[in-house]
């Protein structure tokens, strides 16, 4: 409910807190990158994004076309990041 509240750094914080307890999960990495970009944290949300993709490669192709990710679509690293 939060996330499609658009309470985006509330789930930010939330998810950061369940990454550091559970760190081998790529999504909960990925769909933390995600809640960051939406709420303008544009350096965690690259770290991790990367984090992800280095876990699990499918985390690079998803990282393409998700809208969440729009805000740091843009980014240099962003690019480096989704070409592989």
Known sequence: P???AGEYA????????QVAAT???PMLLFN???CESQ???ISAALGHLRQAIEMSEEFRDSAR???D???IRGE?????????
Do not use: W
Request: with cysteine.
């Open 2 to 4: 939060l996330y499609q």
């Open 32 to 34: 933390l990158a995600c």
């Open 39 to 41: 709420c303008g944290r």
């Open 10 to 17: 509330e789930v930010a914080d939330r998810l950061g807190a």
């Open 76 to 84: 240099p690293a962003f690019q480096q990041l989704i070409s592989g």
């Open 23 to 25: 760190p081998q999960y």
């Open 69 to 71: 990710l729009g805000p």
């Open 65 to 67: 076309d998700d809208a």
